[in-house]
Structure formats: structure tokens, C-alpha cells
């Protein structure tokens, strides 16, 4: 067993990308990822981590200088968050569609205007479509064992995408828990060096990359990338497993479902909130209320069927999203009702939208989700789209 | 599970001192425990909080915490509403005064008044109360030991400053146990 720390977030994805042996990080800081960053840099001055830092101009050559790294077959790291993420944008795709295994920490936080250091999922929500492999975790400990897994998965030669592991801004990044330091030997074994055969920029094979590909081509080279995100689902399970195997951790690969069986309504989370949302389910179940939870873990590639088959026998089902999609409603909602639709009974589906800019969303806040959703299961209609502890409405 | 609420000034260790309660209980007590700040833009001399959950078993909540166990106030200037919100009726408030007079009866809780200026001035030759209000606490609720609560320094601290803030605790809790 490793050593047990009590540190932060920020901290534990500093500590799991040591392990991770990267070669090159290139960061801006900003709030609230300036930690991770800064400890790294700490750690490459004290010799603790052999890796050049460089600390870049702007997140576009954060992510420019990563392409850089990953296109000589080195391993590259980087962390961002909120507007760095957006300045970032245009060398996502560029990073995907050319299969660099990059990772990165993204500190889930709002987007401006109003301007906002606080946590919300606008962000990476904003990228979904990036071509970008997007974990979110519950915890440290999850935020440290991810980033040594998202290596192993990205590199994986079947994978070959950059990979996005999430965690919600302040309530994750800044606060301190109890977590375990894997042992380097057993990390170094789990997840050996780099080794990208097939593409790098080699002067004894050269070949070309970020290439130009017209009508004839780009398509082929697109839904190959499709073809190969939605079949590193098989991979992350197995690494999941293989991790599980090693560390004594298991996280359940794609989703994780908690206390569904025979569960009437299901309510769907995403990062820190199924924290809490545990505390509620399990308060409620005391009083023989037939409620679950499931945790996405994943939301590229999409759990499609995973939400599927395990809601399939409940009544009502509810996604709470920290973001919208301005004119319609949360993303991660229009992604499940589209999973849903598959089923031949369809069970109906209420989104909760909160936590946007950090409003807080509290126990009460969710058992007023699971009443809402256990009314609608008895037949008393509820809205579709609920905003959670807002002012302005009603 | 309970939790704590500290109340200081920006520069005044009170998110620290969260921290090396959250260190105490869990890396040394074998319990769980999680510590943050109030979030947001970090400004020296401005009203902050820090949190302090600890459980026996595994904390999974993520939400603010609103009624607390104990309230430890290390500047009394911020006494006011905020000190005063989230209180159950059992919650103890342990403040840092010279003046314990002025808060008997004002409210239906227990406050627990103790000098930590004072001693923090005898013992690190400066104003900074953080360790000495942590020893009242524990000295109050028992729910972290003091040998915990001084590994904790130990480790958590830099070496120049560990020495001194273990003096301050063992007389701060010394003087709350004996009173």
C-alpha cells in the first residue's frame, strides 16, 4: 500500500502526473488549476519529476507545444481551465484528428460574461464535439488514479486520442481529503514508457503529419476516428480492470451505478455532485423510497447503452447538468434522452439544471430532485427542465 | 460527522489550521476528514473561512456546509451574523478574546472564550492564534487527540515555525482542559 496524504485535488493530479512520467509539461496557470501547475513546476525544480516545464505564453501553445511533444512520440501534459480552455480550442481537433495520445486536467469552471473563478461544466461541455476522450471525476483520489489511467488509455494503439480527465473547479481542485499515493514501482509496471511505433516523426521513417486531407480523403480519416473513439470503450474498461487489479481501486469503467436495483427513478450525475447525491440516496432508501443513482463517468464517448440498460426499468429518470446549451436545455440531458430513445419503453426524463458559476447545490436541492422525480413516477406531471436554486424563476 | 467552521482573516492561518485539523484526524487518527477554504479570490486581511469535516467513515459530501458542530472564531473583530448563521443548539463557539465577559449569555450557545493572542505573542512573539485556538477546540470536543493535532504541526508546518506552534497548542489546550 502506498503512503496516504491529505492534499487537495490539484495536488493529487500534480502527484498522479509524477508517477505518470510525463516528458514535457507545458501550462499557463489559471484559477482554480494554478495549483496542479505549480506543483508541478516545484517538481521538476526539486528533480522529483525528470520532465522539462515550460511555461508557455498563452493555452494555445500550452496545447501547441503538447502537439509538439506528442508528435516525436514523447508523452506531453497539460491543465487548463475555463476561458484558457476556450483560447485553447483551436488545437483540440488539430490534436485529436492527428491521434496524439495527450493528457490533460481541465478544472471545470464558468464561463464569462459575468466574468466568474467558480466552478460549472460550460466549459468542457463546450468541447464535447472536440474529438477529445472527456472523464469527469467524484474526488482526489479519482482525479490521482485517472491521470496515470488516461495515459495508459489515450496510448493505447488502438485509442491513439488526447484525453480530457475533469474535475470540478474549487470543490475538487481546493478541497483537501485523505488520498493514496500509488507506489512508483507498481505505477511504472501498470503504465511502462511511451512507445508510438507506427506515428512519430522518425528520421529514419519519415512521414508526414497534421497533414492536409481534401474531399477525397478527410472523411476517411474522420469516421476512422469516430470508429476508433467509440471502440475505446472496450479499452477503458479493460484498463479500469487492470487498474482495479493493481491498486485495489475499480471505478467501473464508463459509469457507475449506485443502488439502482429496483430502483423506480434514477437520478443521473456527473463529477463532485455524486458525492453528495450518495448521501441523499441512501438517506431516502432508509425510508423505502425506491431511488438510485447514476454516476457518468464518461461522456466521450457516450455510455449509450450503459445508460440504457441500467435505467431501463425505472419510471422516471433524472440528469442534472451544470451547464446549458443556450435555447434548449443541459447537454448531458439531450445526450441521455438520446440513449433512451434506443429502449422500447421509454422512460420519461426531467433535467436539472444548477450549479452553474458555483451556486452551491445542496442535499436539500436533491432531495427536491428525487421528489420531483418520484411525483412524476406516481403520475402527478412535472416539468421537464427544473432550474435548481435560482432566484429568478417563479 | 462533524464539522467545524472557522472564521479569520485572510493571512491569519485560519484555512490552514483547517487543513492540520484534517491532517491530525485522518493521516494520524485514522479517520476521514475534508478541509477547504471558502472559495474564491484569496485577499490578506479580508474576512475568510475555513471547513473542517471529519467522520469515521469515507466523506462523500460535496455540498457547503450549513449547520455546524463548532464555530472557532480567531479574530473577535468578525463577530457578527456570520459567526452567528448555520448554529445548531448545541454548536460550541469558541472564541479568541481578552474580554471572555463580554459573550457570557449574549447567546443561548456555549462559547468557550480563551486568550490565543496573548499566548501566541508569549510563545511565537507574534499574533497569529491559529495553533493555540486549534488546542482549545480539541480541548473542547475531544474528537481529534492532541498527540494527533502535534504530528500534524510537525509535518504540516515548516520546521523554523513547528517547535513553537507545539508549545502554544500544549499550553492552549492545557489551559482550556484545566478551566
Known sequence: MGKKLFISGNDAVAEGVRLAKPHVISAYPITPQTIAVERLSEMVEDGSLRAEYMHVESEHSALACAMGVSSVGARAFTATSSQGLLYMAECLPYASGARMPIVMMNANRALATPWNIYGDQMDSMFLINSGWIQVYVEDAQEALDMMIQAYKIAEHEEVMTPMMVNLDGFVLTHTYELVEIPEQNKVDEFLPPINMTKQKMDVDNPKSLCISAGNDFNMEFKIKQEMDMKNSVTVIEGVDKEFGDKFGRYYNGMLEEYRCEDAQVILITTGSVTGTSRIVVDALREEGKKVGLLKLRYLRPFPAEGISDTVKNAKVVGVIDKNISFGFEGTIFTNVNSALITLEKTPKTINFIGGLGGRDITKKNIDEMFESLLKEASGEKQERIQYMNVRCMG | ?179
Not at chain 2, 34 to 39: L, T
Not at chain 2, 67 to 85: F, I, N
Request: glycine share 10%; net charge positive; aromatic share 6%.
Open chain 2, 1 to 179: 460527522m462533524i464539522e467545524v467552521r472557522w472564521h479569520g482573516r485572510g493571512g491569519q492561518g485560519s484555512f490552514t489550521i483547517a487543513k492540520l485539523l484534517g491532517m491530525a484526524a485522518s493521516v494520524y487518527g485514522g479517520k476521514y476528514a475534508q478541509a477547504f477554504p471558502s472559495f474564491g479570490p484569496e485577499r490578506r486581511g479580508a474576512p475568510v473561512l475555513g471547513f473542517t469535516r471529519i467522520d469515521e467513515k469515507k466523506i462523500t459530501d460535496r455540498s457547503e456546509v450549513d449547520r455546524c458542530d463548532y464555530v472557532v472564531v480567531l479574530d473577535e473583530t468578525l463577530w457578527g451574523d456570520s459567526v452567528l448563521s448555520g448554529l445548531k443548539k448545541d454548536t460550541v463557539i469558541i472564541v479568541n478574546t481578552d474580554r471572555p465577559e463580554k459573550y457570557s449569555g449574549i447567546v443561548e450557545n456555549k462559547i468557550v472564550a480563551i486568550d490565543g493572542t496573548k499566548l501566541a505573542l508569549e510563545i511565537l512573539g507574534r499574533p497569529i492564534t491559529n495553533t493555540a485556538m486549534m488546542g482549545a477546540l480539541i480541548a473542547v470536543g475531544g474528537f481529534v487527540s492532541l498527540d494527533d493535532c502535534k504530528k500534524a504541526i510537525e509535518n504540516g508546518m515548516h520546521a523554523r515555525i513547528a517547535k513553537k506552534n507545539i508549545l502554544l497548542i500544549d499550553k492552549a489546550y492545557n489551559m482550556v482542559k484545566e478551566a
